[in-house]
Every structure is written in C-alpha cells, then in structure tokens.
C-alpha cells in the first residue's frame, strides 16, 4: 500500500492511495473525499454528502435513498429521516413514540402544503393542543373553518357511504349516504331514528322507536263577536263562511286529501251540546277537502251552525 | 292594521277570510293582497276591508251580504 502527497495541478493537491485519489484539497481550500462522498465546499461554508456542489449549508444526495439514520441503541430506537421508497419520510420504529414537538409555551406546529409561492399552512396545533383546520386560531379541541366559501364539512366514510357534518350557507348541516339513514342512540339502544324513506322514528316510552305523524297543521281561533285566529301553524288564514262554518286554509298544500282532522270546540249559551265537524259537516255537507283548505264547523244536536269562542283544530298527515 | 277579505259565496252568503297573523309575518311577501290571491277562489271578485267594516253581532251572519 502507497500513500502519496501530491500536487497534481497548480490549483489542487490530493492524497492518494496506492495512485488513485483519497482526499483532494482545492485552491480554496474546499476538501472533497472519495470523489463527492463528502465535500466541503470552504468557499460557501457547506457541506455535501453524495455531491461535490452542495447548495445549501448541508446537503445529502442520492440517487435513491437520500436520508440520515438515528439509533439509539439502549431502547432500540430508530429514526430516518430522508428520501426513499419515491417519498419524502420522517420515521420512526422501536418501542416508543414518534414525538414531534414544538417545546413552546405559545407557538404552534403548523402543517403546509402547496408548492413555490403558494405553499399554504393547512392545520396547526397550537400550543393549548387545539387542533385547527382552515384557521390560524383554533377555539376548540377540533376546529375547521372556511370562511371564504359559507361550505365546511367534516367528513366519516365507510364502503356504506359517508356523514358529512358542517355549515351549509348559513344552516348546519348533517347529512348522510348511509343507506340505512339516520340513528341517535343512547348506551347502544336506537332512540330516535331517520329511516331510508325520510320518515322520523323515536321512542318515547313506545318500546321501541317506531313512525312518528306529524301534525301538519293547526289553529285555535275565536269563531264568535270579531272572528280572530289566537294562534295557528301552517294556516295561511281562516275563511268565515257563516255561522259556526269555516274553512281552513293551508299556508303550505297538504301533499294530498288523504289527511286526517281532529278538533274540539267550546259549547255555546244556550245550546245543549256544539260538536265539531270537519270533511263535510252538517252545516256544509257538500264541501269535500282539497290540498289547500279543509272545511270544518262548530254544529247543534239539531245540525245548525253555532258561533263558539273556541275552535281548535288539527290537521295529521 | 287588521285587514280582513271580503267575497260572496255561489249561494250568495258571505265569506270573510282571517289572515294568521304567522302567516303573515313569515315573508315580507305575505301580504293581504297576496294571501287574497293565494285563499280567495278562482274568479272571486273580493274586498279587502278594516276589520272594523266587519259587524260583531253575528246574529244574522248567514243573511249578510256585501254592498
């Protein structure tokens, strides 16, 4: 084996081994060993591992696998961080976690992603441990934020379909593809319910949950002195069509006439008993339901119309 | 101010329609003359009236007629 000092140009010196250069020092004192294994570029103050040009203070390369290795032998402990397998990787293996940290008392670790200028931060966790989505100032344990579109949403998806849950405009907004739709359950007991076909279940001490019908419309009214609806849903108005004869009429159409109406009313000075009556009552037995109003009175024993102060009625669909 | 829609019926009875207060303070589009065209028949000629024009004393109601 021959170890050699040369100087084979007036720029560069080297040491070889047996001929062949080892470490090369050039004029400006830039050190290269093993022909880029590791350089020392004394000009710009950096150093290259795997290329004799490095640009920044410390550059790797490789042509496959660019990363560095940490062990830590006591508890078994690897960490590579690097370029490999077509990715950009931080990993680590042994029997503890993989902590990334920012040992700040108020600064955040902030996730980007984008490239050139409009690298973009996209979540952060802030030093509380609030995790931020869209927001720089996360409020809650887990907060999303679009301001900038009115539409968010947080998204769970299973082979079975998705929930999403978020801000629609200005609602809140769950919605599901699951095809067997909604379920809110106490300690695993299904306790309201939205089946496949839009209907709305729930308990209530039934047993089980089961159909719940809605009223779909009502109104109390005054039907004596200055007829007065007290209070009403869904009833765009009452039509006082004579004594104890009125029609009721719906602010949204019912979706068809096969509807049912129930309804009380108060008895009358002078009159023994005052039924109600709806579909066709004594005092109009011709009138038949339509989808926008239903006809409905307050009647004697003898079937004439009376004037009562209290008319309640209600409309099931 | 309480209005109220005035129409006679084929039998020539009148009708008068209440409007629900809801209904009418659920869009700025609710209005008298629009809850008219929305409850009053097809091809009624109507009224719209101050409740005041309307009697309290329904004795008669099934005999008044609209002049």
Redesign the interface.
């Known amino acids: 084996m021959t170890v050699s000092v040369k100087a084979p140009t007036s720029t560069t010196g080297s040491i070889q081994l047996n001929g062949s250069d080892v470490l090369t020092i050039e004029s400006d004192r830039s050190v290269d060993i093993d022909s880029g294994t590791l350089y020392v570029d004394a000009t710009n103050n950096r150093v290259g591992i795997g290329t004799s040009s490095p640009a920044h203070p410390l550059q790797i390369s490789h042509a496959t696998t660019s990363r560095i290795n940490f062990s830590e032998t006591t508890n078994s402990l690897t960490l590579n961080i690097g370029q490999w397998g077509s990715k950009n990787r931080i990993e680590g293996s042994g029997g503890s976690d993989l902590i990334i940290s920012n040992y700040d008392a108020s600064n955040p670790i902030a996730f980007y992603t984008g490239s050139g200028g409009g690298n973009t931060e996209r979540m952060r966790i802030n030093a509380s441990g609030n995790v931020g989505i869209g927001t720089s100032s996360p409020g809650t344990k887990f907060h999303v934020s679009d301001t900038s579109t009115n539409t968010v949403k947080s998204r769970t998806q299973a082979s079975t379909g998705y929930v999403d849950i978020g801000m629609g405009g200005n609602s809140g907004v769950f919605d599901t593809s699951a095809s067997d739709g909604i379920r809110l359950r106490l300690s695993g007991n299904d306790a309201v319910a939205i089946d496949a076909s839009s209907n709305f279940k729930f308990n209530s001490g039934y047993g089980s949950v089961a159909n719940a019908y809605a009223c779909r419309a009502w ?1 109390n ?1 005054n039907g ?6 007290r ?3 869904n ?9 104890g004869d009125y ?1 009721v ?1 719906f ?1 949204t159409a019912m979706p068809d006439t096969n509807y049912a109406v129930v309804g009380s009313c108060q008895g009358a000075s002078g009159t023994d008993i005052v039924d109600f009556g709806s579909f066709g009552y004594s005092a109009s037995p011709s009138v038949t339901p339509t989808t926008s ?1 239903v006809a409905v009175g307050a009647f004697a024993y003898s079937g004439a ?1 009376v ?1 009562t102060a209290y008319v309640s009625v209600a409309v099931f669909r | 101010m309480d209005k109220r ?1 005035v129409y006679t ?1 084929d039998d020539g ?1 009148i ?9 009418l303070a ?1 869009s700025e589009e ?1 209005t008298i003359e629009a ?1 008219a065209a ?2 009053v028949p097809e091809g009624k000629t109507y009224h719209i009236v101050d ?1 005041s024009e ?1 009697p ?1 004393d ?1 004795t008669f ?2 005999a008044w007629t609209w002049e």
């Open positions: 109104v009214f004596t002195g200055t007829v007065a609806i209070d009403s849903g009833v765009s108005s009452i039509t006082d069509s004579g004594v029609r009429n602010s109003q119309g004037d | 829609i019926n009875t009708a008068i329609i209440i409007p629900s207060q809801n209904w659920e609710n809850l929305k409850d409740v309307i309290t329904r109601r099934n």
